[in-house]
């Protein structure tokens, strides 16, 4: 198994989260704001701030994460494990050229990674030498996707990564996870829109009030929903319904 | 009845060298819900501030009720704050967090009117006791119930909804919609809707205009652009836009298979 999460539990806010996902398997983690989705996601990543300390256990590929030391935690992101959040702008350096950044997690195991070779892979050919700020929404989320692809993780993340992203732009980067990732990859995506996770993933999980309360291939969860909260998520999603 | 009569309409920030608006013309008519699409950078939210006359145009003209507005300056503007309301999608950074709903809502009518206050949030869904309370003891969805009462405070005619859902949870988003529409009924509203997301224009709209830098590209009934759009940017952004139901019928159909 590539990522077992058993029992985690974040202060209140997550309680008794388990959920594994094998290699190249793509899982949708659903949810409204509130419901513990994110910090599901910085636990497994190590980022929760210090005041949430996470119990239970993660692990990637059997090691314990949960308790690792921070040096080594920072060797495995970017390496093993990749994110990418919803706010390309943040997770960006301002004051250096995306062509550096993207070598950036190259550096961790000494590989080295041709920044045109890696931009070109996702559609920014010639970028190399622009600032964050010189590129447009969508431009920069690539960029931070080739970062987190540059060392074929075992492991990405997605957290709403299309969510401040125009439909057109959202499509581009969609079909470039879905083509991009490594197939031995695992996924982890995140995220409130229904149609965005029937397109990307082949499970998922249903998360309300730090608990998953429905997991399953998302043809079952989505066609054939056993709890009250996901046909109501479903429901509401789908406004031609309500015409 | 003509609502709003825009023709030619161009704004260029100048400084900025960005031409927002290139040349754009539209009828509102009264009673219409008349939705506005566009991706960043196509000009919705220039267009939604020259409509309010919150801006003026480099050239061209908008009337509201068969006056012009476009070159008015703001002290002959009063019949417009008041027959004219603008909904934000941030209800969180469109309320005083200092006020209480009460102050909140009676704003516009320029002095404190509890009994009107009372009235309009009982037609908004939220209990008479929310007028005591400040905006932050209200969830997004609530909050963006009282900017709605507010809005309607001086009885306008017309209510713009610039992104009114875009920051609320799925769950939120379709009562705050529905909610939209039972209004437009039952004070005889004129609604412009403005958002970035098609399925939630469909679902509120009877009119749509779809933009793209600067340009109208296609008007017409729902209908019609949803069903047989004949701009090709039209049928880009119907096909790019996650479809709920096509992914649940491809689910389904792979239980055949």
Redesign the interface.
């Known amino acids: 198994m590539t990522l077992s999460v058993t029992g985690l539990r974040v202060g209140d806010l997550v309680r008794n989260v388990s959920f594994d996902i094998g290699a190249g398997e793509r899982v949708g983690l659903i949810g409204?704001?509130g419901s513990g989705k994110s910090l599901t996601a910085l636990a497994v990543m190590g980022l929760l701030p210090e005041e949430l300390p996470a119990s239970g256990s993660v692990s990637l590929h059997g090691r314990e994460l949960l308790g690792m030391s921070e040096k080594d935690l920072s060797r495995l992101r970017g390496d093993e494990l990749a994110m990418v959040f919803q706010e390309p702008m943040t997770a960006l350096n301002p004051a250096m050229r995306v062509g550096r950044q993207v070598t950036e997690p190259g550096r961790i195991r000494g590989r080295r990674h041709r920044a045109e070779e890696l931009l070109d892979a996702v559609g920014l050919p010639g970028t190399a030498r622009a600032y964050p700020h010189q590129l447009s929404?969508g431009q920069r989320q690539r960029v931070v996707l080739a970062m987190a692809l540059a060392n074929e993780p075992s492991l990405l993340i997605c957290d709403e990564p299309t969510t401040a992203l125009?439909?057109?732009?959202?499509?581009q980067i969609l079909s470039l996870v879905k083509t991009s990732l490594p197939a031995e990859s695992a996924l982890l995506f995140i995220t409130?829109?229904?149609?965005?996770v029937?397109?990307v993933c082949e499970r998922v999980l249903v998360m309300l009030d730090g608990e998953i309360v429905e997991a399953g291939s998302?043809?079952e969860v989505?066609?054939q929903p056993k709890h009250e909260y996901t046909r109501?998520?479903?429901?509401?999603?789908?406004?031609?319904a309500?015409? | 009845m003509t609502m709003i009569e825009v023709r030619d309409l161009e704004r260029r920030y100048a400084r900025r060298d960005v031409h927002a608006l290139r040349g754009v013309s539209f009828d509102v008519e009264a009673g219409q819900r008349f939705g506005i699409v566009g991706e960043s950078g196509s000009g919705k939210s220039t267009l939604v501030r020259l409509l309010a006359a919150l801006d003026k145009p480099t050239a061209g003209t908008v009337s509201f009720q068969g006056r012009r507005i476009d070159h008015l300056p703001e002290r002959r503007l009063g019949f417009l704050r008041s027959e004219l309301q603008i909904v934000f999608q941030d209800p969180m950074g469109s309320l005083d967090p200092r006020m209480r709903v009460l102050d909140i809502v009676s704003e516009p009518l320029g002095r404190r009117e509890p009994d009107r206050v009372a009235e309009l949030l009982a037609a908004v869904g939220l209990p008479a006791d929310a007028a005591g309370r400040y905006p932050h003891q209200f969830s997004g969805g609530q909050r963006q119930r009282i900017s709605i009462a507010r809005a309607l405070a001086p009885n306008p005619s017309v209510l713009i909804a610039d992104e009114p859902v875009s920051a609320l949870d799925v769950s939120v988003r379709g009562q705050i919609l529905d909610l939209l529409g039972s209004l437009v009924e039952q004070f005889a509203l004129t609604l412009v809707f403005v958002s970035h997301d098609l399925g939630v224009v469909r679902h509120v709209c009877d009119r749509v205009a779809v933009m793209r830098r600067g340009e109208l590209v296609e008007l017409g009934d729902v209908a019609q652009v949803y069903d047989a759009p004949r701009h090709g940017y039209t049928r880009e952004l119907l096909e790019a836009a996650p479809n709920l139901r096509a992914e649940l019928a491809r689910l389904r159909g792979g239980e055949d298979a």
């Open positions: 409204e704001s929404g125009d439909v057109t732009v959202q499509a409130h829109d229904l149609a965005v029937a397109s998302t043809r989505l066609t109501k998520l479903l429901d509401a999603s789908d406004l031609e309500r015409r």
